[in-house]
């Protein structure tokens, strides 16, 4: 997994559970940390539901006693993350928060840096943007104090200021705060393929409020090819739904209709299948299907 080769360790974290399982060990502290791992990886493959089953699976072994008091807030940090993707914004911040005071109380400080983003992306899609901002002015505060220069949180934080700002109206900050992340992350390592996609994912839909439907369209081009890279081609992808599901919008945008149906129909597939039928990815690819049908 920290090599990037996520697939492998996916299957190797199954493996290893199931040997465990196997020796009687499944709810030992090796098992839960395998499982966080795993859940880690399953998000990375675009599989929010089962990295929220085997989340929960290892909340359960760590909180032996009924409560969170005895779970790593980092855990209950990660849990949050597929929630998230789930679009289930306030269990996501409710549990983050949660996890954040846990963090807090125990100083640990590096899981409480890193739920900070998380929680600003929570309150953002709630709606509560003047918390989403304090909680990413905190976050700037921190990184500049105990990140290097370099560090890869300084660019998400940057992507994260542009969303919230797109979600203020102010798009032209917006646009600004993409193109510094584009550029930021656009290098030849895995270490930064994740928030690369996340930086021309967000700019791709940015440019589609726009109206700018030609390039958005070569965002989403550079978008799906980064995301099928370092998927199983064989599974249902949550991040390679909403990859399709914005390249077709751009199409569509674009003035190629004829061209939009296909993505449209991957990413209702792929939508469907991850994050289900009611979730607001999914019905926004049956809207564009439907639009392009004439109904």
Not at 247 to 255: D, F, M, S, T
């Amino acid at each position: 997994r920290a090599a990037g080769r996520t697939r492998e360790a996916a299957r190797g974290f199954a493996e290893a559970h199931e040997l465990l399982l196997g020796l009687g060990r499944g709810d030992t502290e090796t098992a839960g940390t395998l499982l966080n791992n795993w859940g880690l990886a399953m998000l990375d493959l675009g599989q929010p539901r089962e990295a929220e089953r085997v989340f929960r699976r290892a909340v359960t072994i760590a909180s032996a006693d009924g409560s969170e008091a005895s779970v790593s807030p980092m855990l209950l940090t990660n849990l949050a993350r597929p929630l998230m993707d789930l679009a289930r914004y306030r269990e996501a911040a409710d549990l983050a928060d949660r996890a954040a005071a846990l963090a807090s109380d125990a100083g640990y400080t590096v899981v409480y840096n890193q739920g900070l983003l998380l929680r600003a992306s929570a309150y953002r899609m709630l709606g509560d943007l003047a918390r989403a901002s304090a909680l990413l002015d905190e976050f700037a505060e921190r990184a500049r104090r105990d990140l290097p220069p370099g560090h890869m949180a300084h660019d998400i934080l940057v992507i994260d200021r542009g969303r919230l700002a797109a979600a203020a109206g102010d798009t032209n900050a917006a646009a600004a705060a993409f193109d510094q992340a584009v550029r930021a992350l656009d290098r030849p390592d895995d270490e930064r393929r994740l928030g690369l996609q996340r930086a021309l994912l967000a700019r791709a839909r940015l440019r589609l409020e726009t109206d700018q439907g030609a390039a958005a369209v070569a965002d989403t081009e550079r978008l799906v090819q980064l995301v099928r890279a370092s998927s199983d081609g064989t599974a249902m992808n949550y991040n390679l739904g909403r990859a399709w599901l914005v390249r077709g919008r751009a199409l569509a945008a674009a003035g190629r209709p004829g061209d939009a149906r296909s993505p449209l129909e991957s990413a209702r597939r792929h939508l469907e299948a991850t994050v289900g039928a009611d979730h607001p990815d999914t019905r926004e690819a049956e809207a564009a299907l439907a639009t392009l049908a004439g109904r």
